[in-house]
């Protein structure tokens, strides 16, 4: 989905500045009679265009009008610094409400528009339950695109409705998640989409006010931001069946798809420097709820390698980990050596994957292994089913047990490309990420998943086989 404006128009209908041509128009000669008459024919055509000339004006803007639904449409004219201008507006909701939304416009473009020639605005309408969506286009005379306005009226009591009260409060986080994503992936706004700043103005808290126009297939949110001093005006697309399970239950608009796994989308540049956060140990209700938080505010992702045990008390923070778009790893069940002899290595690599398909209905799967202790040997490196994640940077972190020495740690050795390890098992690991995750985004790094890093430096991982990290 590109970050632009949107044709939304039904009909189209082109107005032009007059022109009489009446330097062009030829008067054939017949014979003697003509030819005697030609001054007086000139002189009639003078004083007669005068008058005609207001008329051809007038008929450029038709009365009457109807779409391509053969509706009738309405209009409001006016002139815009010297531009011929007109508004269309339906007439099958209160005469009212889209009279006031036409002179909205019309006050709005005569403080925001000069240097054309001529305005026309069109608009597009979707009728979903009580509701009217109204979408409105203003083009100039090479039909390029000035401005969009939209507006929602409710059809039982004829009121202006704003959009954002149709969503429930959970819907801002996922919101938020689509406006970086879809930004970045657009490459709009360049760099300025993978700096702090950015990341601080899109947080769901900041993202209540927008405008919305829906029909049965998606909704499309225009907002503005306001970065580097600059207002910038986006657009973002979202399919239907991804806003559903947002509606507040008096307002839904579309069927509830049932599955109980809806990640969110993470943009990853392969181009740009990045690092993977991995956390061990978890989950542990509280301090993983406080990393998923400090990890959004930043569009951060990480890798939680998970004790199956863990699993089994906190199975909503497991699936609250993945629909906020994290990677769930296995650090086996109870967190024993691989490497000693009687270990049920078979137990220990399916169990957490049976817990994580009951929590997810078989919706998920684990995709990797982290060994306890980082203790590996020949034996696991045969029998495992998952690539064997290791790390490229210890933060000590339950050694020290303090957040200022675990941001010290990353942030004195931090490498492009560098595997993270932390354990959310820690209250300081996680106050840690306070500071740690701002200053790695002021860095220039993007924090990502391993299976993204890994994906972007073009490795393909392996059953069996260990990695530390993945340079360029």
Not at 28 to 48: C, S, Y
Not at 137 to 162: F, M, S
Not at 389 to 403: H, Q
Request: hydrophobic share 40%.
């Amino acid at each position: 989905m590109n970050i632009t404006y949107k044709k939304l128009s039904l009909f189209r209908h082109i107005l032009t500045k007059t022109e009489t041509n009446y330097d062009k128009m030829k008067v054939r000669k017949k014979g003697d009679e003509m030819k005697k008459g030609k001054w007086i024919l000139l002189v009639l055509l003078i004083l007669t265009g005068l008058a005609l000339v207001p008329v051809i004006k007038k008929q450029l803007i038709p009365e009457g009008l109807r779409n391509s639904r053969n509706e009738d449409v309405s209009a409001l004219r006016f002139e815009v610094n010297d531009a011929k201008a007109v508004v269309f507006y339906p007439k099958n909701i209160e005469t009212e409400f889209s009279l006031n939304m036409a002179q909205f416009i019309k006050d709005d473009l005569a403080n925001s528009v000069d240097q054309v020639e001529t305005l026309k605005v069109d608009f597009n309408q979707y009728e979903i339950g009580k509701y009217l969506f109204l979408s409105f286009d203003a083009v100039d005379e090479q039909d390029h695109l000035i401005k969009t306005y939209r507006t929602i009226c409710n059809l039982e009591t004829h009121e202006k409705v704003e959009g954002n009260a149709f969503f429930q409060d959970s819907f801002y986080e996922f919101f938020s998640t689509e406006v970086r994503y879809q930004i970045k992936e657009s490459g709009i706004l360049g760099d300025l989409a993978f700096s702090r700043e950015f990341y601080e103005k899109t947080t769901g808290s900041n993202l209540h006010e927008f405008e919305l126009f829906m029909d049965e297939e998606s909704g499309l949110f225009s907002l503005v931001l306001c970065l580097s001093d600059q207002e910038v005006l986006v657009e973002v697309e979202i399919a239907m069946e991804q806003l559903a399970s947002y509606f507040k239950e008096d307002e839904v608009m579309y069927q509830v798809n049932d599955s109980v796994v809806h990640p969110v989308r993470h943009y990853v540049d392969p181009e740009r420097p990045m690092v993977a956060l991995t956390f061990d140990d978890g989950p542990v209700r509280q301090n993983t709820l406080i990393a998923l938080e400090l990890l959004d505010l930043y569009d951060a992702k990480g890798t939680f390698f998970m004790l199956g045990f863990r699993m089994e008390r906190n199975p909503d923070v497991v699936l609250d980990v993945i629909n906020r778009g994290h990677e769930v790893g296995s650090h086996t069940y109870n967190h024993p050596y691989l490497t000693k002899s009687g270990t049920n290595l078979n137990y220990q690599y399916s169990r957490n994957q049976e817990i994580l398909s009951e929590i997810t209905s078989g919706e998920a799967e684990i995709r990797l292994l982290r060994p306890p202790y980082g203790s590996v040997n020949q034996t696991v490196k045969s029998t495992s089913p998952y690539p064997l994640v290791m790390w490229s940077l210890d933060t000590r972190d339950w050694d020290t047990l303090d957040a200022g020495a675990t941001h010290d740690a990353i942030m004195n050795n931090v490498k492009d490309g560098d595997i993270i390890l932390l354990h959310d098992l820690h209250e300081s690991s996680v106050e840690s990420l306070r500071t740690v995750v701002p200053a790695l985004i002021e860095a220039g790094y993007q924090l990502v998943t391993v299976s993204e890093l890994m994906e972007a430096r073009g490795i393909e991982m392996k059953n069996g086989v260990t990695y530390s990290k993945a340079r360029k």
